[in-house]
């Protein structure tokens, strides 16, 4: 806890120089309730990573550049930094969220991306911190390596506020001042089920990838087979490999085995591209989509291009996004007073012609075995 006080102290210390304009030692000791010695360091610590400027017994922020200009609303032009794993695929959207909210605020988004390298989130984040403009953070790092604990103790620690967007720690881990935004994947994997299930099918295997939507994807659809008493190691699990031509064909071939000897009869693929991929080489193969094979895609960036059109969850990325900002910008306005929030939106499931026709008929059933 020790580690988290000076955090939250240097935070504070921020938020009423931006609101006053400068501050005092003496009387900032005063209202903080500790010691000036304590408060010079603070002030110390701030001044290196270059957010504020020292003055003979005080102190003012770093004279902003025209983007601190203030808006008509009374609000600062607040300067945001985000940094995510790819700007190519899923957070490009979430992006545009952020965007979107920035821009109704008037405030301005730096973005950066890592490419899913750990190195790079450190030198990416630290890298906008170091820029005295950058008064909050929205970053997607890499959570599921060793140095991860680390690396969020790193951000729960940093000057500036920091929200996580699609991202969240383990529950083990303990965060004081982290927020995040994040879309429910366990729920839109459940989802997805509850859809299949209400169609007459209880043989619904699932493709995924092992990224961190793949993998809480999974622990829904296992969660909302279980519910319906139905035994996930009975189902088929597997991986496209939309990359690799070799591994396509042969998820492909066993799927058509599986939906013939009738221990399968829909299909969860995430994300679309391996979804369109499954579809096509179903049809080739004689395999009719949905009469005998039902497929619900997961992302719904493309699953409507697909003939069949393709059901499909669609994470609200773009939301999401959004919502991250709006949480960094209340945070940025209110201080460290404000409560951390920490939210998950659920995505939401399109129903199209892939997963609607005749109810699977099973001649056996992969129920869980009784205890």
Request: net charge positive; charged share 25%.
């Amino acid at each position: 806890m020790s580690d988290h006080l000076p955090t939250k102290r240097r935070e504070r210390l921020l938020t009423l120089l931006r609101t006053r304009g400068s501050i005092r030692v003496s009387d900032i000791a005063s209202e903080l309730g500790v010691s000036q010695p304590t408060v010079r360091r603070d002030l110390s610590v701030l001044t290196q990573r270059g957010l504020i400027s020292r003055e003979h017994g005080g102190a003012t922020p770093v004279a902003p550049g025209p983007a601190s200009s203030r808006h008509s609303s009374g609000d600062p032009h607040w300067v945001v930094g985000m940094v995510v794993p790819s700007l190519h695929y899923y957070f490009p959207a979430v992006a545009r969220g952020a965007k979107a909210a920035a821009d109704s605020a008037g405030a301005r988004l730096i973005l950066r991306g890592s490419e899913y390298d750990p190195m790079a989130d450190r030198e990416q984040i630290g890298g906008l911190v170091a820029r005295s403009e950058v008064q909050g953070l929205i970053v997607a790092p890499e959570l599921r390596r060793p140095t991860s604990p680390e690396l969020l103790h790193w951000l729960d620690a940093l000057p500036i506020p920091v929200v996580l967007v699609e991202r969240q720690p383990a529950p083990d881990q303990f965060v004081e001042q982290l927020q995040w935004v994040a879309s429910d994947h366990v729920r839109g994997g459940a989802a997805a089920v509850e859809h299949l299930h209400a169609q007459g099918h209880r043989w619904i295997g699932l493709f995924g990838t092992d990224n961190v939507t793949g993998t809480q994807v999974a622990v829904g659809w296992r969660d909302a087979l279980r519910r319906h008493g139905l035994d996930p190691d009975r189902q088929l699990v597997g991986r496209m490999g939309m990359f690799h031509r070799d591994s396509r064909q042969s998820a492909a071939a066993d799927v058509v085995e599986r939906v013939r000897n009738g221990t399968l009869t829909a299909l969860i693929v995430q994300p679309d591209p391996d979804a369109l991929a499954l579809a096509q080489r179903c049809g080739e193969a004689g395999i009719r989509i949905p009469e005998d094979l039902a497929i619900v895609a997961y992302d719904d960036e493309i699953a409507s291009m697909g003939e069949p059109s393709l059901t499909a969850v669609r994470p609200a990325k773009t939301h999401v996004g959004r919502l991250a900002m709006k949480v960094l910008l209340t945070r940025l306005r209110q201080g460290a007073d404000a409560p951390p929030q920490q939210l998950l939106v659920r995505p939401q499931l399109r129903v199209r012609q892939s997963s609607i026709g005749r109810a699977a008929d099973v001649p056996h059933l992969p129920l869980l075995a009784k205890p």
